[in-house]
Every structure is written in structure tokens, then in C-alpha cells.
């Protein structure tokens, strides 16, 4: 963690001596079905292991913790939940901030703040039993073939430290298959090491006594300059698309301009030619009646702006009840740089047609959890993304 980070909790005023501002972290805890935990103890912790805050989910399985901080980049948390017949769990967030929107806390009758609000993915715990295991499959991102011979370790924990002790270990079988097994359920990290043509890669593993099913994507090394960000997802739905958002070069408004420009299936690369080696960026691979992979890549980033990476839900695009999207267990993988690669996991329960869980820094390579939900978007309309 820089510097002194996110602090405890704190009653009615700023740590003394200290110049900081308020940060709101909220989240919420399902089980195996995604249904709410009631009551769950999330404990919240700095990377170091030293508690910050600790609080309870209500019915909704929601939980929040209004924190104290002095730095915007470089927080990392970790929540570890425990609650009753439910194996303990574990998840590691990064906290960057930079134009965070604001939220009001309140400490009582009377008492208000002004603070800044990032939400946090959501933390699925499984039963508590003897045994837990998983069967799962690695796929190339970019032609969706399986890929076989891959080392893979298994850590524990949602986003799981890199360098934390691996509780497993195997390597894919010859179309593509592992199977890890431990004594604890709940969600865990899987870290493929380099191999072949394939660069380092990491991907969630949920293990239940009944047996989880985990998809993990694999894709040429990318360089420091180049993005890759691959979406897979479950049985249903059939379509998701996933979108870029990415800034334009030149950085300065008249021909070169200002903004976004904007990939999808639809208008799969940038600028619209022929030849590769004169794009910036395109669509490596789509599914319009699978499990995916979608996968986009960047060839050259931008010296400023953001991208961003959306998922969006193609067969329930009228529907703003439809909870599919979320329901799909869509993983979004992004290898940005020569930086570690990364993931996020759909919320289970949203009620959404649009997911949007990153932008990341193209300068900084920095990623800012969103963790937005939306409904109503025209996929064709590019100030959406």
C-alpha cells in the first residue's frame, strides 16, 4: 500500500494530524446460487494484514465501510467474510481513485459527510464441507481452440495476491481440461504461467462440494504498448458482445480529435481498413451463439485517455428487468502492458444489459473499478461506451 493508504474507521472526525478525505467502500456477499448472505462479518484489511474496519451485511447482502485515506493510487484492500455454514472467504480489491463520484456517510442524527464512493465486486462464498472441487477448461482468447500443456497454480481467494502461496498445482490435459480439488470451498484465483506462445495469465475458479466449472483464456504475450481484453462467459445468454472505448491519438481537437472511438462486432476494428498492420486496434475473435470468447485488441495505445470495456448483453438488449447478464458468469480478462494481467466477475443479481467494470489508464496502466450497471443502451451508439 503507498504511503499511508485507506485508514480505519473513524468516529466523528479526520485522524488527527492527518490531510486526507473520506472513502465509502461497499460490496455484497451471495452464496452459490447468488442469493444474499444476511448478517455475514466482512473484515476489511490492508494488504499488510492490518484490520481497517469491520461490519456486517444486512438483508440484501450488502455491506459498507466508510474509511479514511491520504493517497488515491496504490490502495490495495482485503475483505475476509465469514458467515455461518458458509466456508470462509477471501477477496483482494485495488482502490485507485481519481474523479470518484461523491457519496454522503453518516455517523448518526446529525452527522454528515461528503465522501468519495467506490464500489467492489461481489463476493461469492460456498457451503461449508470437507471437500470442494472444480473442473475447468483453458482456451486460446484469440481463436478459441483449447490449450493443452499449460501450467496452472491455484491461489486462494477472489483476485488472489501475486506471489501468495499456491494451495494446487497441474497443467492442462490435451483438450484443454484441469481439475483442481481442496478442502475448503469458495472463490480462488488460477495463475497460468508462461508456456509456448502464450503469455502469464490469471482467471477466477469457484470450488463447491457439487463441483464448480471455471473458463480460463490464455493469448500471445503483449508488449508495452498493447492491450488484450477477452470476455467468456456460461450457458446463457448466447450473445454478449463486448465493447472499446478507447481514446483517440493526437490529443488535440481538429483532425486529429478528441474522445473515444469505439469497437464492436458490428464495427470491428480502428480505423476501418484492410490491412493490419495499418489498424490500431480490432476485434481478434467474436460469438454470437456461444460461450465466447470475445476478445478485442489494442496494437497501440494512446498517450492519454482512458478504455474502457464494456460487456453487453445482445439477446436481452430490450429487457430492463432482464438479470441475465449478470446470472451469465461472464469473466472479463485484460492483459494491459507489460503489467499483471487482471480480471473481473460479473455480480450476480444485477439488473442490467450493460456491464462496464474497468477503465483503465493508458498512461498509467492503472485500472479504476466502475463496477457500473446499466439498462437501455443502443450497442451501435458510441457515446454509451
Known amino acids: 500500500m503507498a504511503g499511508l493508504g485507506l485508514l480505519g474507521l473513524v468516529a466523528g472526525c479526520s485522524p488527527a494530524g492527518l490531510d486526507g478525505f473520506w472513502v465509502e467502500v461497499h460490496g455484497r456477499i451471495v452464496g452459490e446460487d447468488g442469493a444474499a448472505i444476511d448478517g455475514a462479518t466482512v473484515v476489511v484489511a490492508s494488504d499488510e494484514g492490518v484490520p481497517v474496519a469491520e461490519v456486517r451485511t444486512n438483508g440484501e447482502g450488502e455491506w459498507r465501510a466508510p474509511l479514511y485515506g491520504n493517497v488515491l493510487e496504490g490502495n490495495v484492500l482485503v475483505a475476509l467474510v465469514r458467515a455461518s455454514g458458509y466456508a470462509e472467504g477471501r477477496a483482494t480489491f485495488e482502490v485507485h481513485l481519481r474523479s470518484p463520484d461523491v457519496a454522503t456517510l453518516r455517523a448518526g442524527p446529525v452527522q454528515t459527510w461528503d465522501a ?69 470451498g469458495g472463490m480462488y484465483t488460477v495463475t497460468a504461467s508462461e508456456s509456448g506462445a502464450y503469455g502469464a495469465a ?16 490464455v493469448g500471445p504475450p503483449v508488449g508495452a504498448d498493447q492491450l488484450r481484453a477477452s470476455v467468456s462467459w456460461g450457458d446463457a445468454p448466447f450473445d454478449l458482445d463486448l465493447h472499446l472505448s478507447a481514446p483517440l491519438k493526437g490529443g488535440i481537437s481538429g483532425a486529429d480529435g478528441t474522445g473515444q472511438y469505439h469497437i464492436w462486432s458490428a464495427s470491428p476494428s480502428h480505423p476501418t481498413r484492410t490491412a493490419d498492420d495499418e489498424r490500431e486496434a480490432w476485434m481478434e475473435r467474436t460469438d454470437a451463439d456461444g ?59 444485477e ?17 479504476y473499478a466502475v463496477e457500473s450497471w446499466t439498462v437501455g443502451i443502443d450497442p451501435s451508439d458510441p457515446e454509451a461506451f
Open 116 to 184: 468519495t464512493s467506490r464500489a467492489l465486486a461481489t463476493v461469492r462464498l460456498a457451503e461449508a464441507t470437507a471437500t470442494a472441487h472444480v473442473n475447468g477448461r483453458v482456451l486460446d482468447a484469440v481463436t478459441g481452440a483449447p490449450v493443452a500443456g499449460v501450467p496452472l497454480a491455484l491461489q486462494e481467494g477472489w483476485n488472489a495476491t501475486v506471489g501468495d502461496a499456491a494451495v494446487g498445482a497441474t497443467e492442462t490435459g490435451p483438450t484443454g481440461e484441469f481439475e483442481f480439488e481442496t478442502t475448503k
Open 291 to 349: 460461450q465466447g470468447p470475445e476478445t478485442v485488441w489494442i496494437a497501440s495505445l494512446a498517450d492519454r485517455g482512458d478504455v474502457r470495456l464494456t460487456v453487453f448483453d445482445n439477446d436481452n438488449r430490450s429487457d430492463d428487468d432482464s438479470t441475465a447478464l449478470a446470472d451469465s458468469d461472464a469473466v472479463l480478462q485484460v492483459w494491459a502492458g507489460e503489467d499483471t494481467p487482471r480480471y473481473w466477475t460479473a455480480s450476480p443479481g
Open 351 to 367: 439488473v442490467a444489459t450493460a456491464w462496464r467494470p474497468v477503465e483503465i489508464d493508458v498512461t498509467t496502466l492503472l485500472p
Open 202 to 217: 490469471r482467471f477466477p475458479a469457484f470450488l463447491t462440494a457439487s463441483g464448480g466449472r471455471a473458463v480460463g483464456l
